[in-house]
C-alpha cells in the first residue's frame, strides 16, 4: 500500500528541513536545508555537541582571536553540519549566510565565496551546495553576482510575489516561499482558519509556480514552512517541498496516493513582470504581510546566530 510520502516523492523533490541526521537517514529526502535556528538546536544536543568541538578545536590553532575566531569557528560548524548531511543526502545541501548580512550585497557575496571555498576544499563540488540568502534587494542582487559565477543559491524568507519576480529574472536557482508564516498572519490578522487550496500560503506558492512556468525561468520553486500536511498534499507537483521531519512522518503513515495539484502545463493569466530597485522596493512595501514576516524572519535568524556564537565563546 502506498504512502502520502511515497506518492509525493513521484512528482515532487523531497527535502529535510533540519539538521539532524538520524531524521533524513530514516525519511530518505534528495536534499536537505539548514538554517540559523535549525543549527543551533542541533548544536544544543548531546549527539551533535562534537561536532561544535572539532570546530573550536580546529580553529583554536589558527591564530586568530576575539570576534574573528569564533566567525571562523562558527563557519567551520555550518560546514561540518553540511559535509556529514551530504553523506547521507544525493543530492544538494543548503548552507545560509548569516542573516546579519541581509542588507549588505558585498559582504553576503564575500561570505558565500568562503563558504564555498571551504566546501571545495573538502572535496566537494559547488553543484551540491546552494548559498542560502534573505530575499531582501541587496539578498537578490548578491545571488544574481554569485550565480554567473556557478555558485548557485537559496532565496529564503520569500513572502511577496515581488521578491519571486526578482529572484528569477536575477536567475538565481532555487527560492523559498514561507508557506507557514504567510498562514500564520493571514490567520492571526483576519481570525480565520484556512484550509487546503484556501490556504494563503498555498496560494502564493501556487501563484509563483505558475507564473514561472508560463514565462520560461528556471528557478526551482521550494514550498518551505509548512503547518500541517493539507499545506503539503494541496502543493503535490510543486519542484521542491522541504518539509520538518514530524510532518514527513506524518505523510510516511499516511496510505493512499496523492493528486497532482500543481503542473508545469497548467495555466496562468499573469503578464511578465520586471522590476528596477525603486519599483521592487515600492511593491515589497505595499505588501504588509511581507514585510512584516521577512523583518522578523531576519531578527529570530540574527538572534540564533548570537546564540550560536554564545555556545562558541563557552566552548572556548
Known sequence: MSN??????EFTTVVADTGDFASMQEYQPQDATTNPSLILQAASKSEYRGIVEQAVKELQESGKSGDALIEAILDRVLILFGLEILKIVPGRVSTEVDARLSFDTA??????????????????????????????WEGIKAAEELEKEGIHCNLTLLFAFAQAVACAEAGVQLISPFVGRIY????????????????????????IYSYYKKHGYKTEVMGASFRNTGQITSLAGCDLLTISPGLLEE?????????RKLNPAGTCDLEKISYD?????FEFNEDAMATEKTAQGIRAFSADIVKLEKLVAEMI
Do not use: C, M
Not at 502520502?4 to 516523492?9: A, Q, V
Not at 500564520?184 to 501563484?207: I, R
Not at 505523510?251 to 493528486?259: C, D, F, S
Open 4 to 9: 502520502h510520502l511515497d506518492s509525493l516523492k
Open 107 to 136: 559582504a553576503t557575496i564575500a561570505k558565500a565565496k568562503e563558504l564555498i571555498a571551504a566546501y571545495e576544499a573538502e572535496g566537494i563540488s559547488r553543484t551540491r551546495i546552494l548559498i542560502k540568502i534573505a530575499s531582501t
Open 184 to 207: 500564520d498572519w493571514f490567520k492571526k490578522e483576519n481570525n480565520t482558519d484556512y484550509v487546503g487550496d484556501e490556504d494563503p500560503g498555498v496560494q502564493s506558492v501556487a501563484k
Open 251 to 259: 505523510l510516511q503513515n499516511t496510505e493512499g496516493t496523492l493528486v
Open 277 to 281: 530597485e525603486k519599483a521592487f522596493r
